[in-house]
């Protein structure tokens, strides 16, 4: 790949116009496929099967990327996306809404990305049982949403968890409290592959285990992962069973992604008469979203370009928000014969994501990932819907459980809405410094959630508490040094201030 990523040493070739020497690709390939044989021998035998399935995705994924023959896109031929390939959210909203509700949500599954844990956020386990408000959690919303979408339209949406073998225990325990709830649970697996070594371009692990030394040795490919794994657990083909034409997929830690029945009414009722069998939602780039992947057109089809493709050189064109003004909010509706159709006929190829890390132990190791939204090529009339901003916001930091946790925000059935207080309905930009980073010690610094209705931008850096019912206005910067430490007490209002060096309130 492109874009700053370091490659191993064998691969370099592969980044090459010539790709590398067929031979050599066939030695490493028959090397790797010896490998896998003995690692599969080592599974249990109620394991094999799936493993073997494992494996099979993981060789396929290992072989496009030794075939690869130079960059994944050539920058000459990236066009801009055609005007009617991106519609306007206000265009497919201003259709209205048929009377039978109910029979447009009986066509629909909600499929939520549950793979991945709360370590960034210092928490242990899945990251969806992290509390968000009012002692909810990702997980807790989204039934809380769903459960209101079906007693309201009388319908019996299912929710679909992908869980990875990083979750999908923990995930199991905790469904239980939902067998009360009015919806219909089910989960799957996306796929468990193999490290591959840096230097020798074989897997790190011993055995099949994943414990002990192997205990690093398994990763769950990314999100593009969804198609074979969705398709190999059976669960599509019971919802196309049910009359089930649709899936409306997002991530978990995203909490503007709610079911939309104006974009359900748009695909399940084309103006055109030609069905749609993806559509993206994306939405207007800001600075905060320069690394965010955007909609081009290339080779006659709608694709999806990610900063990972992009050559050095054009990084900084690929950033601006002049040129790709919309970036992919990863919300995603795909028809599900289509899914099936073109699992049928192997016909799903996603550009791969090498994904280099380091081991605790030191030792080098890469990851082959895909990215769901990336198979946008392979569907026919794909479409970009170009949504508010309301329906992206996502959860990857203690600064956005900040705004969240918020009195920007009122819940409602599961579903956050902003304040009708707020003047503009931009989100305000908050970085809270590292003492801020875990779940944990973000919680201990803040006595109350401050006020933030009128705040612009917050930046912490430091030693910094916040006693409660603090309100911040305008662009507040609050910054200890090294040594020293700030508590904004109890009842302080701040607006447009810096507060820097040592304010300490003690009790007397």
């Excluded at 996603?350 to 190791?365: A, F």
């Excluded at 990215?371 to 026919?380: D, L, R, S, Y």
Aim: glycine fraction near 6%; include cysteine.
């Amino acid at each position: 790949m492109s874009g700053g990523v370091s490659v191993p040493t064998k691969l370099t070739a592969t980044m090459s116009k010539g790709g590398i020497a067929q031979y050599e690709c066939q030695q490493l390939e028959s090397a790797m496929a010896k490998e896998l044989a003995q690692l599969l021998a080592t599974a249990s035998k109620t394991e094999h099967n799936q493993v073997k399935k494992d494996f099979e995705g993981f060789q396929k994924l290992f072989h496009s990327l030794l075939q690869r023959k130079g960059p994944s896109v050539e920058w000459d031929k990236i066009q801009k996306a055609p005007e009617d390939s991106i519609q306007p959210y206000d265009k497919i909203e201003g259709r209205g809404l048929p009377d039978d509700i109910s029979s447009l949500l009986s066509k629909l599954v909600v499929v939520k990305l549950n793979g991945g844990l709360g370590t960034s956020m210092g928490c242990k386990g899945p990251k969806s049982l992290i509390s968000v408000r009012n002692e909810n959690t990702f997980l807790d919303l989204t039934v809380l949403q769903i459960e209101h979408l079906n007693r309201s339209y009388n319908a019996d949406v299912p929710l679909v968890l992908m869980n990875s073998f990083n979750t999908d225990e923990d995930t199991k325990k905790i469904l239980q409290k939902y067998n009360h709830y009015g919806v219909k649970i089910h989960t799957f697996n996306q796929s468990r592959y193999p490290r591959i070594n840096r230097e020798s371009m074989l897997p790190v692990a011993t055995d099949n285990s994943s414990t002990g030394f192997n205990a690093e040795a398994w990763y769950p490919p990314g999100h593009g992962d969804i198609y074979a794994s969705f398709y190999n657990s059976g669960l599509l083909d019971i919802f196309l069973d049910q009359g089930k034409e649709y899936m409306f997929v997002s991530n978990i830690d995203n909490l503007g992604a709610t079911v939309d029945l104006n974009i359900l009414h748009h695909l399940l009722n084309p103006p055109s008469g030609r069905q749609c069998e993806f559509v993206m939602e994306v939405t207007d780039k800001t600075r905060a979203d320069v690394k965010g992947g955007t909609l081009i057109q290339y080779d006659g089809k709608l694709r999806l370009l990610e900063i990972a493709q992009v050559p050095k050189a054009h990084v900084d064109e690929f950033k601006s928000v002049t040129k790709f003004k919309i970036f992919n909010t990863n919300n995603l509706w795909i028809s599900l014969t289509a899914i099936s159709r073109l699992q049928h006929q192997n016909a799903i190829n996603m550009e791969i994501i090498l994904n280099p890390k380091t081991l605790d132990d030191g030792l080098n190791v890469i990851q082959l990932e895909t990215a769901v939204g990336a198979a946008i090529k392979c569907f026919e009339n794909a479409l970009g819907v170009n949504v508010p901003r309301s329906r992206f916001l996502p959860v990857k930091t203690t600064s956005d459980l900040m705004l969240v946790m918020s009195n920007l925000y009122s819940l409602d059935a599961g579903s956050l809405t902003m304040s009708v207080k707020r003047e503009f309905r931009t989100v305000p930009l908050v970085k809270l410094g590292s003492s801020f980073t875990k779940v944990q010690d973000y919680l201990t610094r803040l006595e109350s959630i401050p006020d933030i209705i009128e705040l612009d931008h917050l930046t912490v850096s430091g030693d910094v508490t916040f006693g409660k019912h603090v309100v911040l206005k305008g662009t507040v910067i609050i910054i200890a040094n090294h040594g020293d430490r700030i508590d904004i007490p109890p009842g302080a209002i701040l607006e447009n201030k810096i507060v820097s060096g040592n304010l300490r309130i003690l009790d007397h």
